[in-house]
């Protein structure tokens, strides 16, 4: 609020401006909630890390013939310490790519250090992403069940929630 006039014991010609803060952000402070730092810098750098190991991979899959791989996702421990890189591979013949992946892990990383400027390299464990595994393995019993009573029951989950 500014005021400007003048006052009892003022001079003629002197104003007086009294000025109290306007609470710009007040409405939008109530509309969006805040999340921690470290949770959007994590999310930040895992995906600096997807985008930056994933046409190395890729091209080494290529070349040692591993097949198709793709990293499905990164997730990243608060302190940025420890990545673990989730990845899809769809092999040509090749028994295990994960643990062919797994042994070029320092290569990786050292790329990760060079494209990336940040304090501490991650270290990186490369997993086999098994959703495509758990999406068929959902559809298939819902398939067959087909609305029967006890046709789910038969296959029991491996993991029951209660």
Not at 56 to 83: C, F, K, M, P, W
């Amino acid at each position: 609020m500014i005021t400007a006039g003048k006052k009892g014991g003022q001079k003629k010609g002197s104003e007086s401006i009294s000025i109290r803060p306007r609470r710009v952000f007040e409405s939008l402070s109530t509309k969006l909630t805040p999340t921690p730092f470290f949770e959007d810098r994590t999310l930040r750098v895992a995906a600096l890390i997807q985008r930056t190991l994933a046409p190395l991979l890729q091209a080494e899959a290529r070349e040692r013939g591993l097949g198709l791989v793709s990293i499905t996702s990164v997730a990243l421990s608060r302190d940025l310490r420890h990545a673990r890189v989730y990845v899809s591979a769809l092999s040509g013949g090749v028994p295990d790519p994960i643990a062919r992946i797994q042994r070029g892990v320092g290569r990786y990383r050292a790329h990760v250090a060079k494209a990336l400027r940040l304090r501490v390299v991650p270290r990186l464990v490369f997993v086999a992403d098994d959703t495509q595994a758990r999406a068929a393995r959902i559809n298939a019993l819902l398939a067959g069940s087909n609305g029967a009573p006890g046709a789910a029951s038969a296959d029991p989950c491996p993991h029951p929630l209660f």
